[in-house]
């Protein structure tokens, strides 16, 4: 550590808040007043995208079929890009991630802390999903790393498929269908029905929850949902108070929520006896949000008169594994291989989507819409370099910080610092002349967790 950062000097500069983001532009004369959210950009300076060190040497990871608007995108950008079809075993993870600046996962890489701490390079991860529960989240955000997703680019072809499964359901299609390729004709009426009428459960009214809501009630159902938080309900769609109400008031019970500790195995058996006799259940959010043991009981014994389930507790890595669940063979169960979000216009959308966080994290040090770290995003003065600091949240460092730059006669054009409960996220943009003498003292500091240059 340097003597400069051991030092605690009388400030100079405006301190900044710990608990919220403030912001000094000189330039905007905002030292004294309200902080503006975001710094005015200079209208005279082109707005050429900063680099830390040169593009090509930035090197990319992209897993499990990522689509090609995001290749596209990194390729623009002249980033290194090496891409594989499925996931990897942890330990193949842990090795590759040893010189990797960018990873880019989808819902099946599972992401540890002990592959993060090998990853001394890593900039920022990926989700080209919804779902982040692969991500060991809390770790990446210790290491200074931002996980980045698509929050609702694939809502709706979940939504389409969820409401293709309830009359599939009604209509045991599945059944007909396999029956008919091997060559078994087999007219039946008795325990199929319109949809028409029937009420639909929704548990976790969300982004999907929501759109299966608006679409079910086009088609005549009534609509419940059950949520933990409050929610606007859609047109004449209604919120139940409990689960178990929602159960015993449904033909149809489609599942929406995020995996998390109140999730798992929230249908279990004694939900599934809740569920009225001869609903069905749809499971397009986790494998294991229900017991599928359970489940199979359930069907074997009529009271679910069938399912269709998109996720399993243990899914292959990647295309052409085996695949093996206690629900298969089972009559009038739709068993699909984690699909909900796989369509062409969602998959383009999200690599779109995912790749310019990730581009915008990389070049201006943007986390707006990171799921696990103080969100900043404020434009880019071309005059002036841009320092990137993550640092503990402990008292003391805003005071070290300031203090390197008031001995340095530095004028910092903007300075901005966002904080949750673990971490620090700190952008500076400084005089190019000091702004290395900066970063390296920086560096030193005893609470810094990644610091990065951008010029
Ligand atoms: N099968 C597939 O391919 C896909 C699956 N998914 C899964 O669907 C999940 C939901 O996605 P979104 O609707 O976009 O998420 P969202 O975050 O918009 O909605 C989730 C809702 O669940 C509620 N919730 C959380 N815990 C709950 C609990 N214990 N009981 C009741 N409600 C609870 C939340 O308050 C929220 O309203 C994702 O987290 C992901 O795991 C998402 C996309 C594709
Ligand atoms: O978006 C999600 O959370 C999904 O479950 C979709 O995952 P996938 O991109 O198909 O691996």
Same mark, same amino acid.
């Given at each position: 550590?340097?003597?400069?950062?051991r030092?605690s000097?009388?400030?100079?500069?405006?301190?900044?808040s710990?608990?919220?983001?403030?912001?000094?532009?000189?330039?905007?004369?905002?030292m004294?007043g309200p902080?503006?959210?975001?710094?005015?950009?200079?209208?005279?300076?082109?707005l050429?995208?900063l680099?830390?060190?040169?593009?090509?040497?930035?090197?990319?990871?992209?897993?499990e079929?990522?689509?090609?608007?995001?290749?596209?995108?990194?390729?623009?950008?002249?980033?290194?890009?090496?891409t594989?079809?499925?996931? !990897?075993?942890?330990e193949?993870?842990?090795?590759?991630?040893?010189? +990797?600046h &960018? $990873?880019?996962?989808?819902?099946k890489m %599972? *992401?540890?802390?002990?592959?993060l701490?090998a990853a001394?390079r890593?900039?920022?991860?990926?989700?080209?999903?919804?779902?982040?529960?692969?991500?060991?989240?809390?770790?990446?955000?210790?290491?200074?790393?931002?996980?980045?997703?698509?929050?609702?680019?694939?809502?709706?072809?979940?939504?389409?498929?969820?409401?293709?499964?309830?009359?599939?359901?009604?209509?045991?299609?599945?059944?007909?269908s396999?029956?008919?390729?091997?060559?078994?004709w087999?007219?039946v009426?008795?325990?199929?029905y319109?949809?028409?009428?029937?009420? !639909?459960?929704?548990?976790?009214?969300?982004?999907?929850?929501?759109? +299966?809501? &608006? $679409?079910?009630?086009?088609?005549?159902? %009534? *609509?419940?949902?059950?949520d933990?938080?409050?929610?606007?309900?859609?047109?004449?769609?209604?919120?139940?108070?409990?689960?178990?109400?929602?159960?015993?008031?449904?033909?149809?019970?489609?599942?929406?929520?995020?995996?998390?500790?109140?999730t798992?195995?929230?249908?279990?058996?004694?939900?599934?006896?809740?569920?009225?006799?001869?609903?069905?259940l749809?499971?397009?959010s986790?494998?294991?949000?229900?017991?599928l043991?359970?489940?199979?009981?359930?069907?074997?014994?009529?009271?679910?008169?069938g399912?269709?389930?998109?996720?399993?507790?243990?899914e292959?890595?990647?295309?052409?594994?085996?695949?093996?669940?206690?629900l298969?063979?089972?009559p009038?169960?739709?068993?699909?291989?984690?699909?909900?979000?796989?369509?062409?216009?969602?998959?383009?959308?999200?690599?779109?989507?995912?790749a310019?966080?990730?581009?915008?994290?990389?070049?201006?040090?943007?986390?707006?819409g990171?799921?696990?770290f103080?969100?900043l995003?404020?434009?880019q003065?071309?005059?002036?370099?841009?320092i990137?600091?993550?640092?503990?949240?402990?008292?003391?460092?805003?005071?070290?910080?300031?203090s390197?730059?008031?001995?340095?006669?530095?004028?910092?054009?903007a300075?901005?610092?966002?904080?949750d409960?673990?971490?620090?996220?700190?952008?500076?943009?400084?005089?190019?002349?000091?702004?290395h003498e900066?970063?390296?003292?920086?560096?030193?500091?005893?609470?810094?967790?990644?610091?990065?240059?951008?010029?």
């Amino acid at each position: 550590m340097s003597k400069r950062a051991r030092e605690s000097r009388q400030l100079t500069t405006k301190p900044l808040s710990s608990q919220g983001w403030e912001l000094t532009a000189a330039a905007a004369g905002t030292m004294g007043g309200p902080a503006p959210a975001v710094a005015a950009p200079d209208a005279t300076c082109t707005l050429l995208p900063l680099t830390s060190f040169p593009k090509n040497k930035i090197k990319v990871l992209l897993l499990e079929n990522i689509s090609h608007t995001a290749i596209e995108m990194f390729e623009s950008e002249r980033f290194q890009i090496e891409t594989a079809p499925g996931a !990897l075993t942890e330990e193949e993870l842990t090795e590759k991630l040893r010189d +990797v600046h &960018v $990873l880019g996962i989808r819902s099946k890489m %599972h *992401v540890s802390d002990g592959a993060l701490k090998a990853a001394r390079r890593l900039l920022a991860i990926g989700c080209f999903c919804i779902g982040t529960n692969q991500v060991d989240l809390e770790a990446a955000n210790r290491r200074g790393v931002p996980v980045f997703n698509a929050p609702f680019s694939n809502t709706r072809s979940v939504a389409e498929l969820v409401i293709g499964e309830v009359i599939a359901l009604a209509r045991q299609l599945g059944d007909r269908s396999s029956e008919l390729h091997r060559g078994t004709w087999k007219k039946v009426a008795k325990g199929c029905y319109e949809i028409r009428g029937k009420t !639909l459960g929704i548990v976790g009214y969300g982004h999907i929850g929501s759109q +299966v809501g &608006v $679409l079910a009630e086009m088609l005549g159902m %009534h *609509v419940k949902f059950f949520d933990i938080a409050t929610k606007m309900p859609m047109g004449n769609n209604t919120a139940v108070a409990t689960l178990d109400e929602l159960l015993q008031a449904s033909e149809f019970v489609t599942l929406h929520v995020p995996l998390s500790e109140t999730t798992t195995n929230m249908i279990s058996a004694p939900q599934l006896k809740q569920m009225k006799q001869g609903s069905y259940l749809i499971n397009a959010s986790r494998g294991s949000v229900v017991d599928l043991a359970a489940l199979a009981e359930a069907l074997r014994e009529g009271h679910v008169a069938g399912a269709a389930v998109d996720v399993y507790p243990a899914e292959p890595e990647k295309n052409s594994d085996g695949f093996t669940t206690e629900l298969q063979g089972l009559p009038n169960v739709i068993l699909t291989p984690h699909i909900g979000g796989s369509t062409e216009e969602a998959q383009a959308a999200i690599g779109r989507e995912v790749a310019t966080s990730l581009i915008k994290y990389v070049n201006r040090g943007t986390t707006a819409g990171a799921v696990n770290f103080p969100e900043l995003d404020f434009p880019q003065d071309c005059k002036s370099h841009r320092i990137l600091n993550v640092h503990q949240n402990v008292p003391g460092v805003l005071r070290n910080v300031n203090s390197i730059i008031s001995d340095l006669d530095v004028n910092i054009k903007a300075q901005m610092n966002m904080t949750d409960s673990n971490i620090g996220y700190l952008v500076m943009d400084l005089d190019k002349a000091v702004s290395h003498e900066v970063e390296a003292a920086l560096r030193e500091l005893p609470t810094s967790i990644k610091t990065r240059i951008l010029y």
